[in-house]
């Protein structure tokens, strides 16, 4: 039999739900010693389940769904807003982050009470939930009439973080907070529109207003920076300025807010005064490109490209630059070739080793501030495209670039240059010219005068090319046949005859580690190229050899002849000269030179019988196991031959006619100078190509004055003038 309940009336049950609700105002309040227990939530939530599910006229849905509202309401009214008038500043800030706290747990509690009306009456009658009729109150009532002065406190939290000062970080991000979540709830989508509710609302009552005080401040501080500060100054302060916005972002504020804060800051900080940073006078782009700041230049691209054509106005400041840079040496090039035809010297071959290699390392600098500064951006590639096409197409002297760039490559192509260059060298040295050739105009007619040459380039870089291949191709054969693995790695390069310098060599006796990897690269080789035969040329050879010493042992770096003669001492203690020179096949002058660079060099990892710097046919060798070094890598030089001394003796005649050549020009446009200015200017101007000693220097004004280029001033000490 089923016990008949009487209903429960609308205002006795509402004053149940009262009791209950104070009490959960008293917890939110702090008040000690009050908590709800379980018994007190079920009955809570029981009362309103049944005043919910009486038959009508006591089904209380719509009126409770009413007074759940009423009482955030009423709670709002009598305790939050007074709290919240009463305060100021940051205090209201704390105050609100608290009652939106307490809030939110008030709701949650609230909700539970209440939960039938969510799963049944607010669906049925498609109604907010109570989560967003507690969202909607709290919001219509607190937020609505503090959101504007809230967001003054905030931004003028935020100015003050930007002037240095020490912020609650927190609680500028909590306040924020509460403009996000008060626009994620039902009732925002309801009231607003837009994907991103919550963005919408902290975009409207708050970003709006905070981007409109970030323009105002920046403004003002671009505006006194831009007159205090030199260009580099200002930089640094502008990109500071940037970073600290997207901490800020990153700290306290939306992600949503970064784009448009940081075209706001960028705005007054970059676009609104382009033409006054990068044209400051004594400190603009075009110093910071003269006084080689590559810091600072680096900075310049950072920030310019932040901002709507922000970089064509640098890589044009660029392109003057190079071509002034250029133009410059050109002419100095000039006066060079005009001072050479009086004293009947070869234009030609001069201009090749001054013009040309400046030219050259003038394109490798400004290349690396394109890859490096610009960070390899297109518009500056062709800002150095188009300087340097005006500078390589211009006659020096008479003679074309074309002329000296084929010049150039023949001498290195043909023996190394001055410098006698490594195969790695000359290919390097090559591609830079290569890339030079690219800007001259007449391409048609440099192929055509100098085809000869042209195509003994083409067959040398061919070569350099197939080597690299044939190597990979090696390594496979190798692995894929590992009975053939010799002992040691080798690495070979094919060269064609007739398109290389002819190199001295001999027929070494090789030992028996490096016979057997000549034998199998032979063997390889002459699997698909049985036409061709290998001479091998050892002399320019290198290997890398392990000592072991008594200390440790240490890895060698040599030539193939130092090798493969250390190697003879794993065979035998001690060995002459003549021994030395037999088992080799080396001639003496050859077993001389390398047994001197292994035993009265630096590194004597040899001990000669009897001690002396000099290498005699009666000596006696041993290997020196008590060597050490503090490098456990090291590389055993041999000594010059004779034919380097000769190179080196014309490196230095060509270095005295470039020290007068320097020394000419600068008295010729300053006609009297003191010594110290006249030494330091001259280093200056040479450094590029070499770093002349102050002593040469000397000798060279010295021989200048005897032949009456120069004369000492009279009338001032220590100075020089120039004869005309």
Not at 505 to 530: A, G, R
């Amino acid at each position: 039999m089923t016990q008949h309940r009487e209903p429960i009336l609308l205002d006795v049950g509402w004053k149940h739900m009262v009791a209950g609700i104070r009490k959960l105002e008293r917890i939110l309040d702090g008040k000690p010693g009050v908590a709800f227990k379980s018994e007190g939530y079920m009955n809570l939530y029981t009362t309103i389940y049944n005043m919910c599910t009486q038959k009508a006229p006591h089904d209380y849905s719509q009126q409770l769904y009413e007074r759940y509202k009423m009482a955030l309401d009423d709670y709002i009214t009598s305790t939050v807003l007074p709290s919240l008038r009463e305060k100021h500043g940051e205090f209201l800030l704390r105050e609100l982050v608290l009652r939106w706290k307490n809030h939110k747990v008030m709701v949650k509690w609230l909700s539970r009470f209440f939960n039938y009306l969510d799963r049944h009456f607010i669906t049925r009658k498609s109604l907010l939930p109570l989560k967003a009729v507690g969202w909607s109150s709290f919001e219509t009532l607190v937020y609505d009439e503090l959101k504007a002065t809230v967001t003054s406190i905030v931004i003028a939290m935020i100015d003050e973080d930007r002037e240095g000062q020490i912020i609650d970080r927190t609680l500028v991000k909590n306040v924020l907070d509460t403009y996000i979540e008060l626009g994620q709830d039902s009732t925002i989508t309801v009231h607003r529109s837009g994907p991103d509710s919550g963005s919408k609302l902290y975009s409207e009552d708050f970003q709006d207003a905070f981007l409109q005080g970030t323009v105002d401040y920046y403004s003002k501080k671009a505006q006194t920076w831009i007159v205090e500060d030199t260009c580099p100054e200002y930089m640094l302060k502008a990109e500071g300025c940037l970073q600290k916005e997207k901490e800020r972002v990153a700290h306290y504020l939306h992600s949503s807010t970064e784009p448009t804060l940081m075209e706001a800051a960028q705005g007054e900080l970059l676009a609104k005064h382009v033409d006054q940073i990068l044209k400051k006078e004594n400190s603009g782009s075009k110093v910071l490109l003269c006084d080689e700041k590559v810091e600072d230049l680096s900075r310049m691209f950072r920030l310019f490209s932040r901002i709507k054509d922000g970089l064509p106005p640098v890589s044009k400041t660029f392109q003057e630059h190079v071509n002034e840079v250029g133009v410059s040496f050109l002419k100095q090039a000039v006066d060079a070739a005009t001072s050479m035809k009086k004293e009947k010297k070869d234009v030609v071959s001069a201009l090749e080793l001054d013009y040309v290699r400046i030219i050259i390392d003038l394109h490798g600098k400004y290349m690396a501030y394109v890859l490096n500064c610009f960070q390899n951006h297109t518009l500056f590639h062709k800002a150095l495209k188009e300087a340097f096409e005006v500078v390589v197409n211009k006659d020096v002297a008479g003679c074309t670039s074309a002329e000296l760039f084929t010049s150039y490559c023949d001498s290195i192509l043909r023996k190394g240059g001055i410098e006698k260059l490594s195969d790695e060298a000359i290919e390097e040295n090559l591609d830079k010219v290569v890339k030079l050739l690219t800007y001259i105009s007449d391409k048609d007619l440099f192929i055509e005068f100098h085809r000869a040459v042209y195509l003994k380039m083409e067959g040398m870089l061919n070569d350099i090319c197939v080597a690299k291949e044939n190597q990979t191709k090696y390594d496979e054969y190798i692995s894929t046949n590992p009975e053939l693995h010799p002992s040691v790695d080798l690495s070979v390069q094919v060269l064609t005859t007739g398109c290389w310098a002819t190199y001295k060599s001999s027929d070494i006796n090789l030992p028996s580690e490096m016979v057997k990897c000549v034998e199998v690269f032979k063997e390889f080789y002459q699997s698909f190229t049985k036409h061709r035969k290998i001479n091998w040329i050892f002399s320019l050879g290198s290997c890398n050899v392990i000592g072991k010493f008594d200390a440790k042992p240490i890895e060698l770096i040599l030539t193939t002849y130092q090798g493969a003669l250390l190697l003879l001492f794993n065979e035998a203690e001690k060995l002459s000269f003549s021994e030395i020179a037999t088992q080799l096949n080396l001639s003496e002058d050859d077993t001389a030179r390398v047994l001197h660079s292994l035993s009265c060099g630096k590194y004597k990892i040899i001990i000669k019988e009897p001690c002396s710097k000099t290498i005699s046919p009666n000596d006696i060798f041993e290997f020196n196991r008590k060597f050490t070094d503090k490098m456990r890598r090291i590389k055993v030089q041999l000594p010059p031959s004779d034919e380097k001394k000769k190179v080196i003796d014309d490196v230095n005649k060509d270095r005295r006619f470039a020290i007068d050549a320097s020394l000419v020009r600068i008295m010729k446009s300053r006609k009297i100078m003191i010594h110290q200015n006249l030494v330091a200017e001259c280093v200056e101007q040479l450094s590029r190509m070499f770093k002349p000693g102050i002593k040469m220097i000397k000798r060279r004004i010295e021989d200048l004055i005897t032949r009456e280029y120069l004369e000492r001033d009279k009338d001032a000490a220590n100075s020089y003038r120039y004869l005309a």
